[in-house]
C-alpha cells in the first residue's frame, strides 16, 4: 500500500481503487436503526467540485469515528471500501457508496468552503413527474398554507407530529409539503415565532404522490431542515418583496386555506349522511355526520385507567397497599393487566365519553375514545382527575370541560360497525371542529345546517391512522380502547348534568 495516497474527487472512486484518498466536507450526519443490522452512522459527504456521496460505519466504529465528522469540517479520509448504491430514497445520486471500518482514518484537511453545496430542484419538475422519485432532493420557497399541527398515532402505540403546507418558489409556483417528526414540531413553532416572511429549505427530502398531487416531505433523519437560512437563495425572496408589492404573501384567502385543507384530508372523501340515513347503512364503513351534542349518558363514566407498560387498554382495579414513608401515608394503587398477565401499578387514566347527538332527522349515541376527546375536551383526563382514583359514584357529577360540550355542533367521523345493524352506540375515529367544511362540501338535502358554527378550525385524528381509512379490515383495533366498565373512577367536579337515554325503540322508528 502507498505511504500517500492519491488525493482524488469523488467522481474518480472506484471500487477496485483503495490506496487513495478524499477530501471532503462532511454535509450531514445522522443515526439509523435497522432491527436486523442494529445502529449505524450515515454520513453525506461533498468534495469541491460538488459531488456527494453517501457513506456509513456499524455500530463497532461509531464512537471512534464520530468524533471527527462533525457537520460542516473538511476531511482528509483515507483507507475505505466502496461498494454500489441502490435502494429507495437514496441521498445522492452518485453509483457508489462508502463505507468505514477500523482501518479507515480521518484527519483534517487545510482547504476551506463555507459553501452549503446545494442541489435546489424547481418546482415545475417535481410537477412534471419526470424526477426519479428513489433520489431526495433540495427544496426552498416560501411557506404558506400552513396547517395545525397534528398529532397521528403509528403501530405499536407511538405517536407522530404532522404538519402540512405549501412551498412558494420565487416565480409563485406552489407544491404541496408534509413534515413528520421534529421537523413538523420546528417548522410550527418557527413560524409561530417568526413575523413576516418564512424561508424553508429542506435537504435530502423525498418525492411523493397523494391523491394524485406530488408532495414533498421529510425523509425520516436522512432530511434536513433550515428555516429563514442565511444563503443568497433565502434573500431572492427577501428582496422581490421589499421591491414588488405583488410579491409573494402569507395573506391568503380563508376560502382558498379551506379548500387546500379539504383536498389533503382524505377522509373528506368518505360519504357524508345524516342519522336517518346512517340507521339505514347495512355495511362496514365509515361516513361523516353533522350533529349536535344534546346530553351526555352519565351511566358510562368518562374515564378510565390504561396499562402504560403495553399500551393496553384493559386494566381493573386489584388492590391498594399502604406505606409509611417518612411519617406520612402512602397509598399504591394496583391494577390488574390482562395483556400483561401481570399486576400493574403504571396505568394512566383515558376518557370515554358517551355522546347523546340529533340533527334534525334523528338521535343516537357516539363513542368518544381518549385519542379523539382529547382534542375536543380542553383539559387532559389526569387534569380533570387531579390525582383521584377512586369509583365514580351516580350522585358525583360531571366536569364541566365536558358538560359544556353540550349544545356543540360537530362533523363527526363515524365507524358503522356491525353491532349497529339496529343502531346502538357509534364509534368516532375524528371530529372535525370548522363547520365550514361542512359549507363547502357536499351536504345531504334533508340536513339542515346548524346556525352557529365554530370559527375556530380543528382536526382531531385517531390514535390509529390506518382504523379510519380500513375499516373493515382494522375493525378489531377500534374495540382495544374500549374498557370494562368497572374501570372508571371518580373525580371532584364542578358541574352536573342529567342525562337521557336513548331507547331502541326510538331509534328503530328513526
Same mark, same amino acid.
Given at each position: ?211 394524485? +398531487? ?69 355495511? #362496514? ?43 406520612? #401515608? ?111 362540501? +357536499?351536504?345531504? #338535502? ?14 382531531? +385524528? ?14 378489531? #383495533? ?33
Amino acid at each position: 500500500m502507498a505511504n500517500n495516497p492519491q488525493l482524488i474527487f469523488l467522481n474518480d472512486i472506484k471500487p477496485r481503487k483503495t490506496a487513495c484518498r478524499i477530501q471532503v466536507k462532511i454535509i450531514h450526519t445522522w443515526r439509523h436503526f435497522m432491527k436486523d443490522v442494529g445502529e449505524s452512522l450515515e454520513l453525506i459527504l461533498c468534495d469541491a467540485n460538488g459531488t456527494k456521496i453517501h457513506a456509513s460505519c456499524n455500530k463497532t466504529y461509531i464512537s471512534e469515528v464520530g468524533k471527527h465528522v462533525r457537520v460542516g469540517v473538511w476531511r482528509n479520509i483515507d483507507r475505505f471500501s466502496v461498494s454500489a448504491a441502490g435502494g429507495a430514497y437514496r441521498s445522492t445520486d452518485h453509483k457508489y457508496r462508502l463505507a468505514f471500518n477500523g482501518n479507515t482514518k480521518i484527519t483534517e484537511s487545510t482547504y476551506r468552503d463555507d459553501s452549503m453545496f446545494l442541489n435546489l430542484v424547481d418546482f415545475k419538475s417535481i410537477e412534471s413527474g419526470l424526477l426519479n422519485p428513489n433520489f431526495l432532493i433540495d427544496v426552498i420557497g416560501q411557506v404558506q398554507d400552513l396547517g395545525d399541527l397534528e398529532t397521528i398515532g403509528c403501530n405499536g402505540g407511538k405517536q407522530r407530529q404532522k404538519l402540512e403546507f405549501s412551498l412558494v418558489d420565487i416565480c409563485g409556483q406552489r407544491l404541496a409539503c408534509c413534515l413528520w417528526g421534529k421537523f413538523a414540531e420546528n417548522l410550527h413553532t418557527a413560524s409561530q415565532e417568526t413575523e413576516g416572511m418564512v424561508i424553508c429549505l429542506l435537504r435530502f427530502a423525498k418525492i411523493g404522490q397523494y391523491r394524485g +398531487e406530488f408532495q414533498i416531505s421529510n425523509s425520516y433523519d436522512a432530511s434536513q431542515m433550515f428555516v429563514n437560512p442565511e444563503i443568497p437563495e433565502a434573500d431572492e425572496f427577501k428582496q422581490r418583496a421589499i421591491g414588488d408589492s405583488q410579491a409573494l404573501t402569507l395573506a391568503e384567502s380563508e376560502e382558498n386555506k379551506l379548500e387546500l385543507q379539504m383536498k389533503r384530508d382524505k377522509r373528506m372523501h368518505y360519504p357524508q349522511r345524516n342519522l336517518r340515513e346512517l340507521f339505514e347503512e347495512t355495511e #362496514e364503513k365509515v361516513c361523516r355526520v353533522v350533529a349536535t351534542i344534546y346530553d351526555i349518558d352519565t351511566d358510562w363514566g368518562w374515564y378510565y385507567f390504561g396499562c402504560l407498560g403495553c399500551n393496553n387498554k384493559k386494566v381493573f382495579p386489584h388492590s391498594k397497599t399502604v406505606k409509611k414513608i417518612n411519617g406520612k #401515608e402512602t397509598v399504591t394503587h394496583i391494577w390488574w393487566c390482562e395483556a400483561c398477565r401481570s399486576k400493574v401499578t403504571s396505568v394512566s387514566p383515558r376518557f370515554k365519553i358517551h355522546l347523546l347527538v340529533k340533527d334534525d332527522t334523528g338521535e343516537t349515541q357516539f363513542l368518544l375514545l381518549d385519542s379523539i376527546a382529547t382534542g375536543v375536551v380542553p383539559a387532559s383526563a389526569k387534569t380533570l382527575l387531579n390525582g383521584s382514583w377512586d369509583e365514580l359514584e351516580d350522585d358525583d357529577p360531571f366536569p364541566e370541560e365536558i358538560t359544556n360540550l353540550v349544545g356543540q355542533t360537530f362533523m363527526f367521523g363515524v365507524y358503522i360497525q356491525k353491532d349497529n345493524a339496529s343502531g346502538g352506540c357509534y364509534k368516532v375515529g375524528k371530529v372535525w371542529k370548522d363547520l365550514r367544511m361542512l359549507m363547502t362540501s +357536499e351536504i345531504s #338535502e334533508s340536513y339542515s345546517a346548524p346556525a352557529q358554527a365554530s370559527e375556530e378550525p380543528l382536526l382531531i +385524528e385517531n390514535q390509529s391512522d390506518d382504523i379510519v381509512s380500513t375499516p373493515s379490515s382494522k375493525r378489531k #383495533e377500534v374495540n382495544k380502547e374500549a374498557p370494562e366498565l368497572h374501570s372508571t373512577s371518580k373525580k371532584q367536579c364542578t358541574k352536573a348534568i342529567k342525562s337521557e337515554k336513548i331507547r331502541k325503540d326510538k331509534s328503530a322508528s328513526s
